[in-house]
């Protein structure tokens, strides 16, 4: 029997306005709540049906996943799986003979809330960010099939990291479909190496990809620093680019093994590329040469709003140092993908380190995540990628 829960009279409106999001003060208290990941029918205060979510505890407590008075199709899943990648289509990013790998699903601005899918050549990474979207894995990696065929053979289920801490015990990472993590993909022709099971996220930063693009077009003839590389993206871009030579820096070092595998891969020579396998920050603050453009590209800072203040004053720091390595003329690349902290604050910070490096410098791109990391209009939350090209004298 299907689960229910009661929104508080006049706050039918949220559902109204298509946020994703129910609150838990928005709710009646039930003294039996739904179980966790259940799918539940959102009510108004007299028992009509609203739209249909995934319930968990905590303070986002239902998420929406469909509008409207009746239950969900049994085809759901493959609607839905199909609805995604007809955008991906638009976008020009399906069945591109440059580029086969792209976001199939983001979230909300897909319309499915605690759900993440990437593609990568032959392999769908599906990343779980709510116990709802765990429950019904088996399901999308189902409709996955329906949709990409033969397209297809290896399907991986990543959730423990972005699951909260309390099902840890309970969610695992497995291969639904394939056994092997490793793919070799192309990106506007661009060879990357990524490893789904081992890497960062779900094993390369694709939300960058227009940021690349851009570097490119000012990279020729140029020196570039891309510090946090991870398998250097705008390391290879800047490469293929013709720019003379790339430094390439992360405290990890097989990110920096990755990075290293991907120059050659691309068929660049040794001495255009440098490695530095170091903390960042430790980097700028001892080095003495300067770079026609530097890449900051952190990973987040802060994922709560008690340590917005910290990620802050980390962020100004950080850019501080890394104007000081800009020669006169110079861009800096500089990004925050801080969900809370937003484009105004971010860029309030960057002012900030422009007066502590002493540096008179212009706003020349403001940027933002790849389209195929789309916004749902009604949730302006999910766009977290910030970022700002700044040309420094």
């Known amino acids: 029997m299907e689960q229910m829960v009661k929104l508080k009279?006049?706050?039918?409106?949220?559902?109204?306005?298509?946020?994703?999001?129910?609150?838990?003060?928005?709710?009646?208290?039930?003294?039996?709540?739904?179980?966790?990941?259940?799918?539940?029918?959102?009510?108004?205060?007299?028992?009509?049906?609203l739209a249909t979510g995934h319930y968990q505890e905590g303070s986002i407590r239902v998420r929406i996943i469909h509008y409207g008075s009746e239950a969900p199709a049994p085809d759901f899943w493959e609607?839905?799986?199909?609805?995604?990648?007809?955008?991906?289509?638009?976008l020009q990013l399906?069945?591109?003979?440059?580029?086969?790998?792209?976001?199939?699903?983001?979230?909300?601005?897909?319309?499915?809330?605690g759900l993440v899918i990437d593609i990568y050549n032959r392999m769908a990474v599906?990343?779980?960010?709510?116990?709802?979207?765990?429950?019904?894995?088996?399901?999308?990696?189902?409709?996955?099939?329906?949709?990409?065929?033969?397209?297809?053979?290896?399907?991986?289920?990543?959730?423990?990291?972005?699951?909260?801490q309390r099902f840890d015990e309970k969610a695992f990472d497995t291969?639904?479909?394939?056994?092997?993590?490793?793919?070799?993909i192309l990106e506007n022709g661009h060879i990357f190496t990524i490893n789904a099971v081992t890497g960062q996220k779900t094993g390369f930063f694709l939300d960058q990809r227009i940021n690349r693009q851009l570097l490119a077009q000012y990279a020729p003839g140029k020196t570039v620093l891309n510090t946090f590389c991870y398998t250097g993206g705008f390391s290879i871009y800047a490469l293929k680019a013709g720019a003379t030579h790339v430094a390439s820096?992360?405290?990890?070092?097989?990110?920096?093994?990755?990075?290293?595998?991907?120059?050659?891969?691309?068929?660049?020579?040794?001495?255009?590329h440098s490695s530095h396998?170091?903390?960042?920050?430790?980097?700028?603050?001892?080095?003495?040469?300067?770079?026609?453009?530097?890449?900051?590209?952190?990973?987040?800072?802060?994922?709560?709003?008690?340590?917005?203040?910290?990620?802050?004053?980390?962020?100004?720091r950080l850019n501080a140092e890394?104007?000081?390595?800009?020669?006169?003329?110079?861009?800096?690349?500089?990004?925050?993908?801080?969900?809370?902290?937003?484009?105004?604050?971010?860029?309030?910070?960057?002012?900030?380190?422009?007066?502590?490096?002493?540096?008179?410098?212009r706003v020349l791109h403001q940027l933002t995540q790849s389209p195929d990391h789309p916004v749902n209009l009604f949730h302006p939350e999910g766009s977290y990628l910030k970022g700002l090209v700044v040309q420094l004298d």
Not at 83 to 88: G, H, L, P, S, V
Not at 252 to 260: F, G, I
């Open 79 to 90: 609607q839905a799986i199909a609805r995604a990648y007809a955008t991906r289509e638009v």
């Open 277 to 316: 396998t170091e903390e960042v920050l430790k980097f700028f603050q001892k080095q003495a040469e300067t770079f026609d453009i530097v890449v900051v590209d952190p990973p987040a800072f802060a994922k709560t709003m008690n340590k917005r203040h910290q990620a802050v004053q980390g962020y100004k």
């Open 9 to 49: 009279a006049g706050k039918e409106i949220i559902i109204k306005r298509q946020h994703p999001w129910v609150f838990s003060g928005a709710l009646e208290e039930d003294e039996q709540p739904p179980a966790e990941g259940a799918r539940v029918a959102v009510t108004d205060a007299r028992g009509n049906r």
């Open 322 to 361: 890394a104007m000081k390595t800009v020669k006169p003329g110079g861009l800096l690349f500089t990004f925050s993908c801080s969900q809370v902290v937003d484009r105004q604050l971010f860029y309030d910070t960057i002012v900030a380190a422009g007066l502590e490096a002493g540096r008179s410098a």
């Open 175 to 184: 291969f639904l479909l394939g056994d092997d993590g490793e793919q070799q």
């Open 249 to 272: 820096v992360d405290v990890s070092s097989k990110a920096m093994a990755l990075t290293e595998e991907n120059v050659v891969r691309n068929g660049f020579p040794a001495e255009q």
């Open 94 to 113: 399906a069945n591109n003979p440059q580029t086969n790998a792209y976001r199939l699903v983001h979230g909300a601005g897909d319309l499915l809330p």
């Open 126 to 164: 599906i990343q779980c960010h709510s116990w709802g979207m765990y429950g019904e894995h088996l399901e999308i990696a189902a409709a996955l099939q329906k949709v990409y065929g033969e397209r297809l053979d290896t399907i991986y289920l990543r959730a423990r990291k972005t699951l909260p």
